[in-house]
């Protein structure tokens, strides 16, 4: 079946640099699309979200990027600070409640 | 406001026991979901209910499993006979409607011994 991946399992970056998560997806019928940040011992935690209408959506720190040509996903974080150090997830939704995700990235922030 | 909140926040339990996982959704959300999530990996989709009823469990993996939400709110996933791969963190979240945002809570660290 269709699936959310993501590029590169591990993300290791300088504290104060931009960090950019990338994943790719499969089915083209998925019209929603989110990142989600969890920290050991935690739930996921809603970043930000994006819809098929949009191909760029920012936040605070966060910005997503979405390119329906080639299926993929990014987010990028600004000036990335030792809080951000966690693992961060794309989910879609296509067009129903069900969300997929992938196996996720690990960023680790180094000092 | 308050968050998902999901109870117990651990549970050890033997195999071939019984267990219930409680999630109580954000207030005024009419759909709710569980998710299971094993190490290293993203969560999976077990079930949705949209107010009382269960609209989709195609994500149970078998009839061990089995979740009630009889008042549109509180929502217990239930689990007979347990084996050892049952062991995974179970994550509820729910959400104004669906294609709305999903909110998760901590999750239940279930581990059988």
């Known amino acids: 079946g269709e699936s959310v991946g993501l590029h590169l399992p591990t993300l290791s970056v300088q504290e104060g640099d931009n960090s950019i998560i990338n994943c790719a997806y499969s089915n083209s019928a998925s019209d929603y699309f989110i990142w989600y940040k969890q920290e050991s011992g935690k739930g996921p935690q809603f970043i930000i979200d994006?819809?098929?209408?949009?191909d760029k959506r920012q936040g605070q720190r966060v910005t997503v990027l979405l390119n329906k040509t080639v299926k993929h996903l990014s987010l990028q974080i600004a000036a990335t600070q030792p809080g951000d150090s966690a693992v961060y997830f794309c989910?879609?939704?296509?067009?129903?409640?069900?969300?997929?995700f992938g196996a996720g990235t690990t960023v680790t922030v180094r000092a | 406001g308050a968050g998902v909140s999901q109870t117990p926040s651990n549970k050890v339990t033997e195999k071939g026991k019984y267990v219930e996982l409680r999630c109580d959704p954000i207030s005024g959300h009419t759909a709710l979901y569980w998710y299971r999530q094993s190490l290293g990996q993203g969560p999976e989709f077990l079930i949705y209910?949209?107010?009382?009823?269960?609209?989709?469990d195609s994500g149970l993996p078998n009839d061990r499993f089995f979740a009630v939400r009889p008042e549109g709110s509180v929502s217990t996933l239930k689990i007979q006979r347990t084996e050892r791969g049952d062991s995974a963190v179970y994550l509820c979240?729910?959400?104004?409607?669906?294609?709305?945002?999903?909110?998760f809570g901590p999750g239940t660290r279930l581990l059988v011994l």
């Open positions: 979240a729910s959400s104004l409607g669906p294609q709305e945002t999903q909110y």
């Open positions: 989910a879609e939704n296509d067009r129903d409640y069900k969300l997929s």
């Open positions: 994006i819809r098929s209408n949009m």
């Open positions: 209910f949209q107010g009382t009823g269960a609209a989709d």
